[in-house]
């Protein structure tokens, strides 16, 4: 029986899941803050903000408030893990018991450095299901083949999510290792900026992969000592998303990245642009101190992004490490 599935979010991403799994639900609310855009999606089924010439399901409904979400199973949060608080304890209020949620936010909490499935299990008492892969929403938009790893302790709750998810061109992996699947997704923005620094001082591509390789072991060695398991970065959470994220210009990190390491500085406030990897730089870097663990690709990124450190002298001391 196909079930009412919600997303929070109507950008990029969300209205790139959206049109994915329309077809595997019954009704689809889609909760956008600009009631422009829902009343696009109604009227027109189009989000021309996003994909102007992307036709949009028509059993896709668009949303500005959360009245009709006691209606739904399932719940998409496609947010920014800075607003995940806030609006999880809003749908708290709304939502049924049962009812399954999904983050695919990749970053930590900075007040108290918690993953996005620790602050929605807090508020709500119940697991929540992890989503994180090499998900380029513009690809899963236009139907094109996307793979992607969900995790959650309940297993219950994987099956009903995989079944939601899973088309022809939709591969799902799951698993039930929330820390080590999350921290793949909030590692990977430290390597992703890492590797832009990189490309913008116009490293040679042997040394950049060089770094790279340390990057991804230093990983693997993270993420079991914060309790996760080191096998679950060979997944799509892991290999796919770092690769994903490191070597394309359509991630937001790498690109800060590429900017840091010309010697342009970002000022993030002014350009209205989210970048996540900043954030976790500065977590991790405490993360590392506090657990008693160096890691040169944190201490490479922190150095540039938040110390303001030459980046080529900073480059010299990461290669010298090696």
Known sequence: MKLNVAVIGAGAMGTAISQSIAKNVNKLFLYARKEEICNEINSKHYNTHYYPNLKLKDNIIGINDFSKLNQV????????????????????????NDCIIITTAKGLESTTNKRMTEIIEE?????????????????MAKNLSTATTIACSDENYLKIVERILKTKKFKVNSNTDVIGTEFCGVIKNVLAISQGICEGLDINDNARFALFTKSYNETKD?????????DTVDDYCGFGDIITASTLSVSRNHTLGVLYGQGIVVDEKSSGILFEGKNTAIILKKLCEKNNFESLTVNFVYDIIVNKNNAKLSFNNFWDGL
Do not use: W
């Not at 508020?123 to 380029?136: E, H, M, Q, Y």
């Not at 993270?222 to 080191?230: C, H, K, Q, V, Y």
């Open 123 to 139: 508020i709500t008492k119940r697991p929540a299901v992890a989503l994180s892969g090499p998900n380029i929403a513009s690809e």
């Open 222 to 230: 993270l993420i079991e000592l914060l309790g996760g398991n080191r």
């Open 73 to 96: 199973k399932v719940i998409f949060l496609c947010i920014p893990s800075s607003t995940v608080r806030e609006l999880t304890t809003e749908l708290n209020k709304v939502i049924s």
